[in-house]
T-cell receptor
Framework: AQSVTQLDSHVSVSEGTPVLLRCNYS??????LFWYVQHPNKGLQLLLK??????LVKGINGFEAEFKKSETSFHLTKPSAHMSDAAEYFC????????????FGTGTRLKVLA | GAVVSQHPSWVICKSGTSVKIECRSL??????MFWYRQFPKQSLMLMAT?????????EQGVEKDKFLINHASLTLSTLTVTSAHPEDSSFYIC???????????????FGDGTRLSIL
């Protein structure tokens, strides 16, 4: 069975400092993994995706994530946080097969301090 | 590219009325659309999956007669909350994806959601 765990429900960083949002997955097969961001009262915006190509994935707004099979992790990072990065972040895994249903993590709320 | 438009963004209505929410893929053909419900400070809960031209597949515990889903074209899906009651108040989000032309998974693209409040 597929599952995804976001290890931190809340993360606070100061503006200009690095961001690390952690995600671990459980999958019997090679998964597809995604990171999405959700601002208040908005839908989800795709930040980046991993689909078995390069293990280091670069996304929008300076975010990137590294797929580490040995650690079953897909952590999201950004070198320098901006105030506009404050939002809810979801790690998502898609199991193999035809339905392509998403399995969501519980989310990490990122707070950026001035 | 890959823009999904959801309408309306907010709706307030009286208990007992039916509410229709539209989800449109503006610049791509959506072979599959998904409807989610999100409670405050929680993750998204999948309600149903709809493929163009066929009946929607509902998740366990979701009432088919309460939440009617229609996916009549490759760019439009609708969710109708029938005889809505206060417990149906929530944030509803749709997403759409297309069939991949090459290997790999196409991501889902999300609408901006609809805040439904039933008085």
């Amino acid at each position: 069975a597929q599952s995804v765990t976001q290890l931190d429900s809340h993360v606070s960083v100061s503006e200009g400092t690095p961001v690390l949002l952690r995600c671990n997955y459980s999958s019997s097969y090679s998964p597809s993994l995604f990171w999405y961001v959700q601002h208040p009262n908005k839908g989800l915006q795709l930040l980046l995706k991993y689909t078995s190509a390069a293990t280091l994935v670069k996304g929008i707004n300076g975010f990137e994530a590294e797929f580490k099979k040995s650690e079953t992790s897909f952590h999201l990072t950004k070198p320098s946080a901006h105030m506009s990065d404050a939002a809810e972040y979801f790690c998502v895994v898609t199991p193999p097969g035809g339905t392509y249903k998403y399995i969501f993590g519980t989310g990490t709320r990122l707070k950026v301090l001035a | 590219g890959a823009v999904v438009s959801q309408h309306p963004s907010w709706v307030i209505c009286k208990s007992g009325t039916s509410v229709k929410i539209e989800c449109r893929s503006l610049d791509f053909q959506a072979t599959t659309m998904f409807w989610y419900r999100q409670f405050p400070k929680q993750s998204l809960m999948l309600m149903a999956t709809s493929n163009e031209g066929s009946k929607a597949t509902y998740e366990q515990g979701v009432e088919k007669d309460k939440f009617l889903i229609n996916h009549a074209s490759l760019t439009l899906s609708t969710l109708t909350v029938t005889s809505a009651h206060p417990e149906d108040s929530s944030f509803y989000i749709c997403s759409a994806r297309t069939r991949p032309r090459t290997g790999g998974r196409q991501p889902q693209h999300f609408g901006d959601g609809t805040r439904l409040s039933i008085l």
